[in-house]
């Protein structure tokens, strides 16, 4: 996967400055056509999804570097083991069998010993039903990483097709920095999706982009 470095001698944008055309000048070893569009935009040509969101953060935090590649003592995992019964019922989606589990007070705040949390488990999967359960009803934390360095953004990018749905209820509860921080190979969570789909993670990421750019702004 090809990916452009932003370091310390990367030039900070101004608030008032336009982050596509920032990011086009970066960006010219990676145009190529995106052939599952009927219309390849300018920005479509210019720019992955990942180089998007760190123009986003430069524009709405100009004093702010952006997050560093984690290390391992940064990284955060839910203490507990979690419970095969558990795992399964995550691996099949089978919601009121958590229901139930969850009412006999058998923890979703766990992982395996890669540190893999359930909600990561569920992220990947992709149901929706799952993900709102474990967020809204268990109340799991969303700020955790695996041995790895990746949050649960990074599992919910890394799918066979986009899955907007996810992503609209990870934005609203996920730490705002994580959408732009690295994992230990130094990838954020948009440097997973697959290039066939930037386009329609492009045009998902401009029209949340007030939404993001907020957070960004009350957060930095």
Not at 75 to 99: G, H, Q, W
């Amino acid at each position: 996967m090809t990916s452009i470095v932003l370091t310390p001698n990367t030039p900070m944008v101004t608030p008032s400055a336009d982050p596509l055309s920032f990011l086009a000048s970066l960006a010219t070893e990676q145009r190529k056509s995106l052939v599952t569009k009927t219309v390849v935009t300018k920005a479509d040509l210019a720019v992955s999804p990942s180089l998007f969101l760190k123009a986003l953060f430069l524009k709405h935090c100009p004093h702010h570097s952006l997050p560093q590649r984690p290390q391992p003592a940064d990284f955060v995992s839910p203490n507990e083991i979690y419970d095969m019964e558990v795992s399964k019922a995550v691996r099949t989606c089978d919601l009121e069998k958590m229901r139930a589990l969850h009412r006999q007070d058998m923890s979703f705040d766990a992982c395996n010993r890669f540190g893999e949390s359930i909600i990561h488990m569920a992220c990947r999967r992709g149901d929706v039903k799952i993900i709102k359960f474990l967020i809204e009803e268990a109340q799991v934390r969303v700020d955790v990483r695996d041995d790895f360095g990746r949050s649960i953004c990074h599992d919910a990018a890394w799918t066979t097709k986009p899955n907007f749905d996810v992503m609209d209820v990870l934005l609203t509860v996920v730490p705002p920095a994580f959408w732009v921080t690295e994992d230990k190979r130094g990838h954020t969570p948009f440097d997973y999706v697959r290039r066939e789909h930037w386009g329609h993670w492009l045009k998902y990421l401009r029209a949340k982009q007030p939404v993001i750019a907020r957070k960004f702004s009350l957060v930095f």
